[in-house]
């Protein structure tokens, strides 16, 4: 369920507003949903990267051109070493990691602020 | 401590997206660029409607704006401010960061975004003088009323643009570079004919050639640099009578030449680079098929992506035009009309020189010229370096121009520029309208508008070809060219003599030109403009006559032409160099039994002269010529010492008629004296064996022209190496008609055949008409371009045309 709110929520504010947020979201839910410390951590990571990697992937097989390909072999620099990776996982590496850790604690904080504001009330 | 276990993860999450969102040294901001709802990912899929209404202030008519099969916008306005500001947007939606990159270049201002390792360069291009000078341009443009009305509307249109992006929406380049499209201005137009006239006359061979002078003495110089080649075809075909009386050409001083102080320069100013160079023809009714002229022209520049050039028709009740446009350049520059078809090729005379700057004392206020001193002008230049800081730097200017270096630093001498010398170039020029030149050919009906025209240009001097239905043909060298004394410029020049200065300018309607020739065609190629008769100095040296004797040669064969002949002779691969001198140097290799026995020795031998992608032989003589050079030249004008070569022409001529000539000695070998053929052979086998390092035993495939040669195109960030394209097989060289080498090439095939109702036209250039990688027209036309082939060019004549080739079709409407 948590994973649900997170995609859709998630989906449709990044539609509107900058990069990060998904980390208003994950934190918000987290702090409503969450059942434990792991499941926020965790769920938010891996809606953040379903949410992320799975667009990404859907816009890369819209388009006329692997630009993925491209954008990665910037980033590889045409090391020989990586260029058995195709583009895609790669920018879909990066991708994954960079929302999946922001996605991840942003959830994490949720539930932690949330027991911080249980401690006080009881 | 408490606190601390239940809020350490928000402030990890808020630390993560800190450092996501900026970016870090060379990294881009991670969490912008990688989030598919507006970072990279955006740009493989198109983000603007392809068909429908825009409403954009600053329209005063509605304009139509029609896409064909390859993405080529053409546009139908009921007005010129309609039409130029509808064409400064639709190329901003497709080409907006490489305008402003090209901008930012010649305005010396790349720190701003590439940070601290462009400064060296960013100082070299503003110490030329290419930021001041495009401003003083603009501001007498000001005063044009037509120029300052298209370069005002032209702006506009590219600000409506970039007003209406928001992130997402963004060249991929500016997400990874990590910044913002500025307003557009008329200034950055100018900024960008300024790019134009510093790739196309940016070098010089002065330093180096007074070193020769420094080392060898004048009659070496006389010998070895001659003023007109031994083999040439010049442009006004020799014998024309000039139809002027020509002004009286300055006296030659008595010292034409100043000598460096003490040993030789130690200048490294980049030389004329031969790759830069272009072909155009255009052959009368005489030999064409129609009855008719038929014109062609192939710019020859560096191969990038995006590509210099962009397609476009643009119709109003004033014009009706098809062409390329310059992105960030309002008109059209290469193309044609219903009447009239024009394309220019590079003059290259000499028109940068140096002069050695005494000045009164380290305060560099003033300089000795004419026997008085004489007070220096002084402007800080500011360079504000990504990341914050802001370095500042004094340029003077005497009135020769820029002094480019004035102290040993490390900067002077990565780029060469000789230190206490200013420099006179034309392109600081500031008088003039290039830009009214191509509004006028533009509309231009007949020969006199296009002389008309021709008028309002400046610099860089280029070879105007001409052809229309009323069946004229003309070319023009057209452009301010330097009233000199014979030789003038060929060395430094002193900076106190006043006979040093520029003695003003040949008069523009005594520029070399020629219409209607009794051979039935006009071409040029580079060469000489004009053979020795022609009354005024240009220069001692053009480019290289081989590509002119081919085109000559096929021109004056062609009966019954069409437009398919002349796409035929762009292709041209046949070496009149190696014909020219293979039957000098084969003897020589066969003379040795070793080297005749060889299988190289029979590729060579074997070759029809072609540089044929597959052509094994091409490869060898290519390959074979810089060597051969070297191994005569260099150990007498040695690289150490800065010195320049004599040219091909002359080594080519010094192989075939002065086979006992010193130069073939080596002076480091001194107990053997080398023949000519000694060093034939010599440098054939080094050849053989560096190619063999390189490539391996010699095969059809290994040694295959297009191979070795390995064309690529690539982006204009050097280390965006994955936009760009490698290992583009075709053939072609420097000294072909196809002057397709590594990096530079045709830029923009155009064939037009004119006609008393509607002319038909080919053409295609190395490239797409998107700069976006992701887009499939990036580099859509690459492969059809390297085979040759040229696209018909859809040239409707209103906006209600129906053609099967029209895709998407914009109604852009004015704000009510």
Request: net charge neutral.
């Given at each position: 369920?948590l994973?649900?709110?997170?995609?859709?929520?998630?989906?449709?504010l990044?539609?509107?507003?900058?990069w990060?947020m998904?980390?208003?979201v994950?934190?918000?839910?987290?702090?409503?949903?969450?059942?434990s410390?792991?499941?926020?951590?965790?769920?938010?990571?891996l809606?953040?990267?379903t949410?992320w990697?799975?667009?990404g992937?859907?816009?890369?097989?819209a388009?006329?051109v692997?630009?993925?390909?491209?954008?990665?072999g910037?980033?590889?620099?045409?090391?020989?070493a990586?260029?058995?990776?195709p583009g895609i996982?790669l920018?879909?590496l990066?991708s994954?990691?960079?929302?999946?850790l922001?996605?991840?604690?942003?959830?994490l904080?949720?539930?932690?602020?949330?027991a911080?504001?249980?401690?006080?009330?009881? | 401590?408490k606190?601390?276990?239940?809020?350490?993860?928000f402030f990890?999450a808020?630390?993560?997206?800190y450092?996501?969102?900026r970016?870090?040294?060379?990294?881009?901001p991670?969490?912008?660029?990688?989030?598919?709802?507006?970072g990279f990912?955006?740009n493989g899929i198109?983000?603007?409607p392809?068909?429908g209404?825009?409403?954009?202030?600053?329209?005063?008519?509605e304009?139509?704006?029609?896409?064909?099969?390859?993405?080529?916008?053409?546009?139908?306005?009921q007005?010129?401010?309609?039409l130029?500001?509808?064409q400064?947007?639709?190329i901003?939606?497709?080409?907006?960061?490489?305008m402003?990159?090209y901008?930012?270049?010649?305005?010396g201002?790349?720190?701003?975004v590439?940070g601290a390792a462009?400064?060296?360069?960013?100082r070299?291009?503003r110490?030329?003088g290419m930021?001041?000078?495009?401003?003083?341009?603009?501001d007498?443009?000001?005063?044009?009323?037509?120029?300052?009305r298209?370069l005002?509307?032209y702006a506009?249109g590219?600000?409506a643009?970039?007003?209406?992006?928001?992130y997402?929406?963004l060249?991929?380049e500016?997400?990874?570079l990590?910044?913002?499209?500025?307003p557009?201005?008329?200034?950055?137009?100018i900024?960008?004919?300024?790019?134009?006239r510093?790739?196309?006359?940016?070098g010089?061979?002065?330093?180096?050639?007074?070193?020769?002078?420094a080392?060898y003495g004048p009659e070496?110089v006389a010998?070895l640099?001659p003023?007109y080649?031994a083999?040439?075809s010049p442009?006004?075909?020799?014998?024309t009578?000039?139809?002027?009386k020509a002004?009286?050409?300055?006296?030659v001083?008595?010292?034409?030449?100043?000598l460096p102080?003490?040993?030789?320069?130690a200048s490294r100013?980049?030389?004329?680079?031969?790759?830069?160079?272009?072909?155009?023809?255009?052959i009368?009714?005489?030999r064409s098929a129609?009855?008719l002229?038929?014109?062609?022209?192939?710019?020859h520049?560096?191969?990038?992506?995006?590509?210099?050039?962009?397609?476009?028709?643009?119709?109003s009740?004033?014009?009706n035009?098809?062409?390329?446009?310059?992105?960030?350049?309002?008109?059209i520059?290469?193309?044609?009309?219903?009447?009239?078809?024009?394309?220019?090729?590079n003059?290259?005379?000499?028109?940068m020189?140096?002069?050695?700057i005494?000045?009164?004392?380290?305060?560099?206020?003033?300089?000795w010229?004419?026997?008085q001193?004489?007070?220096?002008?002084?402007h800080?230049?500011t360079f504000?370096?990504?990341?914050g800081t802001?370095?500042?730097?004094?340029?003077?200017?005497t009135h020769?121009?820029?002094?480019v270096?004035?102290?040993?630093?490390r900067?002077?001498?990565?780029?060469?520029?000789?230190?206490?010398y200013a420099?006179r170039?034309?392109?600081n020029?500031t008088?003039?309208?290039?830009?009214?030149?191509?509004?006028?050919?533009?509309?231009?009906?007949?020969?006199?508008d296009?002389?008309?025209a021709?008028?309002?240009?400046t610099?860089?001097?280029?070879n105007f070809v001409f052809?229309?239905?009323?069946?004229d043909?003309?070319?023009?060298s057209?452009?301010k060219?330097?009233l000199?004394?014979?030789g003038?410029?060929?060395?430094?020049?002193?900076?106190?003599s006043p006979?040093?200065d520029?003695?003003?300018w040949?008069?523009?309607?005594?520029?070399?030109?020629?219409?209607?020739?009794?051979?039935?065609y006009?071409s040029?190629a580079n060469?000489?403009?004009?053979?020795?008769t022609?009354?005024?100095y240009?220069?001692?040296?053009?480019?290289h006559?081989s590509?002119?004797?081919?085109?000559?040669?096929?021109l004056?064969?062609?009966?019954?032409?069409?437009?398919d002949?002349?796409?035929m002779l762009q292709?041209?691969e046949?070496?009149v160099?190696?014909?020219r001198?293979?039957p000098?140097?084969l003897?020589?290799?066969?003379?040795?039994?070793s080297?005749?026995?060889?299988?190289?020795?029979?590729a060579?031998?074997?070759w029809d002269?072609?540089?044929?992608?597959?052509?094994?032989?091409?490869?060898?003589?290519?390959?074979?010529q810089?060597?051969l050079?070297?191994?005569i030249?260099?150990?007498?004008f040695?690289?150490?010492?800065?010195?320049?070569?004599?040219?091909?022409?002359?080594?080519?001529?010094?192989?075939?008629n002065?086979?006992?000539?010193r130069?073939?000695?080596?002076v480091?070998?001194?107990?053997?004296?080398?023949?000519?053929?000694?060093i034939?052979?010599?440098?054939?086998?080094?050849?053989?064996?560096?190619?063999?390092?390189r490539?391996?035993e010699?095969?059809?495939?290994t040694w295959?022209?297009?191979?070795?040669?390995g064309?690529?195109?690539?982006?204009l960030?050097?280390?965006f190496t994955?936009?760009?394209?490698?290992?583009?097989?075709n053939?072609?060289?420097?000294?072909v008609?196809?002057?397709?080498?590594?990096?530079?090439?045709?830029?923009?095939?155009?064939v037009?055949q004119?006609?008393?109702?509607?002319?038909?036209?080919?053409?295609l250039y190395?490239?797409?008409?998107?700069?976006?990688p992701?887009s499939?027209?990036?580099?859509?036309m690459?492969d059809?371009?390297?085979k040759?082939e040229l696209d018909t060019?859809?040239?409707?004549?209103?906006?209600h045309?129906?053609s099967?080739?029209?895709r998407?079709?914009?109604l852009m409407k004015?704000?009510?």
């Amino acid at each position: 369920m948590l994973y649900l709110l997170i995609l859709v929520a998630g989906g449709v504010l990044s539609w509107l507003g900058p990069w990060w947020m998904i980390a208003p979201v994950c934190f918000v839910l987290c702090w409503w949903k969450a059942r434990s410390a792991g499941n926020a951590f965790w769920v938010s990571a891996l809606a953040g990267i379903t949410l992320w990697v799975g667009y990404g992937t859907y816009l890369h097989l819209a388009a006329d051109v692997d630009l993925a390909g491209r954008v990665a072999g910037i980033f590889t620099g045409g090391a020989p070493a990586l260029s058995w990776l195709p583009g895609i996982v790669l920018v879909s590496l990066i991708s994954g990691l960079v929302v999946g850790l922001v996605s991840g604690f942003s959830g994490l904080a949720g539930v932690k602020m949330r027991a911080f504001r249980q401690t006080k009330k009881t | 401590m408490k606190l601390f276990r239940y809020f350490w993860p928000f402030f990890v999450a808020l630390a993560l997206i800190y450092v996501f969102d900026r970016s870090w040294a060379l990294v881009p901001p991670l969490g912008r660029v990688f989030n598919p709802f507006g970072g990279f990912w955006t740009n493989g899929i198109s983000r603007l409607p392809a068909d429908g209404e825009l409403v954009l202030p600053g329209l005063r008519d509605e304009v139509v704006v029609h896409y064909d099969d390859n993405a080529v916008p053409h546009i139908f306005a009921q007005n010129d401010d309609d039409l130029y500001f509808a064409q400064g947007y639709v190329i901003a939606r497709d080409r907006l960061w490489q305008m402003e990159f090209y901008a930012l270049v010649a305005a010396g201002r790349l720190t701003e975004v590439v940070g601290a390792a462009a400064l060296d360069y960013d100082r070299f291009n503003r110490r030329i003088g290419m930021a001041r000078t495009a401003a003083a341009i603009t501001d007498k443009l000001k005063n044009d009323p037509t120029a300052d009305r298209i370069l005002r509307a032209y702006a506009a249109g590219v600000n409506a643009y970039i007003e209406q992006l928001d992130y997402a929406d963004l060249p991929v380049e500016y997400k990874l570079l990590n910044y913002r499209p500025e307003p557009w201005s008329p200034y950055k137009s100018i900024l960008m004919l300024m790019n134009m006239r510093y790739t196309l006359n940016g070098g010089s061979n002065d330093p180096r050639l007074t070193n020769v002078l420094a080392k060898y003495g004048p009659e070496v110089v006389a010998d070895l640099f001659p003023a007109y080649p031994a083999v040439e075809s010049p442009i006004v075909p020799a014998g024309t009578e000039w139809p002027f009386k020509a002004e009286v050409p300055p006296a030659v001083p008595d010292t034409v030449a100043v000598l460096p102080d003490n040993g030789l320069l130690a200048s490294r100013i980049p030389a004329p680079r031969p790759e830069i160079g272009s072909n155009n023809w255009a052959i009368g009714g005489s030999r064409s098929a129609t009855g008719l002229p038929i014109l062609a022209n192939d710019p020859h520049l560096q191969l990038t992506l995006p590509s210099i050039w962009y397609q476009m028709q643009l119709c109003s009740p004033d014009v009706n035009v098809y062409g390329v446009a310059l992105p960030g350049t309002p008109a059209i520059i290469i193309g044609f009309n219903k009447d009239v078809a024009w394309g220019v090729t590079n003059v290259g005379s000499d028109i940068m020189d140096f002069y050695r700057i005494r000045f009164r004392d380290k305060a560099l206020d003033a300089y000795w010229h004419g026997d008085q001193w004489k007070p220096t002008t002084a402007h800080v230049e500011t360079f504000k370096v990504k990341g914050g800081t802001e370095v500042r730097d004094t340029l003077y200017y005497t009135h020769h121009g820029p002094i480019v270096y004035h102290k040993a630093e490390r900067a002077a001498r990565a780029r060469g520029i000789p230190v206490g010398y200013a420099m006179r170039w034309v392109a600081n020029e500031t008088d003039g309208a290039d830009v009214l030149t191509f509004y006028y050919l533009n509309r231009a009906k007949n020969y006199e508008d296009y002389r008309k025209a021709l008028s309002h240009f400046t610099a860089p001097a280029q070879n105007f070809v001409f052809s229309s239905n009323g069946g004229d043909i003309a070319i023009t060298s057209n452009g301010k060219l330097p009233l000199k004394w014979k030789g003038q410029g060929r060395f430094l020049l002193d900076g106190a003599s006043p006979a040093h200065d520029w003695q003003g300018w040949i008069p523009k309607e005594q520029n070399p030109a020629v219409k209607n020739p009794e051979r039935g065609y006009v071409s040029s190629a580079n060469q000489f403009p004009a053979d020795t008769t022609y009354p005024y100095y240009l220069d001692w040296k053009f480019a290289h006559s081989s590509r002119a004797l081919r085109i000559n040669e096929r021109l004056d064969a062609m009966k019954n032409a069409t437009a398919d002949s002349l796409r035929m002779l762009q292709n041209d691969e046949y070496n009149v160099d190696a014909r020219r001198i293979l039957p000098h140097l084969l003897p020589a290799l066969a003379a040795d039994d070793s080297i005749r026995r060889s299988a190289e020795f029979d590729a060579i031998d074997r070759w029809d002269h072609r540089n044929t992608a597959d052509a094994v032989g091409a490869t060898v003589f290519e390959r074979w010529q810089s060597e051969l050079l070297a191994a005569i030249w260099s150990d007498e004008f040695t690289q150490d010492e800065r010195m320049l070569y004599p040219s091909l022409d002359r080594t080519y001529a010094l192989i075939e008629n002065e086979p006992e000539a010193r130069w073939f000695d080596k002076v480091h070998t001194e107990d053997t004296v080398e023949t000519r053929d000694d060093i034939i052979r010599e440098s054939f086998r080094a050849t053989i064996a560096k190619l063999k390092e390189r490539y391996g035993e010699m095969s059809p495939r290994t040694w295959a022209w297009g191979k070795v040669k390995g064309t690529r195109i690539m982006h204009l960030v050097p280390n965006f190496t994955s936009f760009g394209r490698r290992h583009i097989t075709n053939g072609g060289g420097n000294g072909v008609v196809n002057a397709t080498s590594a990096t530079h090439g045709p830029s923009w095939r155009m064939v037009v055949q004119l006609d008393k109702e509607w002319p038909v036209a080919y053409g295609l250039y190395p490239g797409g008409q998107s700069g976006n990688p992701g887009s499939k027209y990036y580099d859509n036309m690459i492969d059809r371009w390297a085979k040759g082939e040229l696209d018909t060019l859809l040239f409707m004549k209103s906006a209600h045309d129906s053609s099967a080739r029209l895709r998407h079709r914009i109604l852009m409407k004015p704000e009510n």
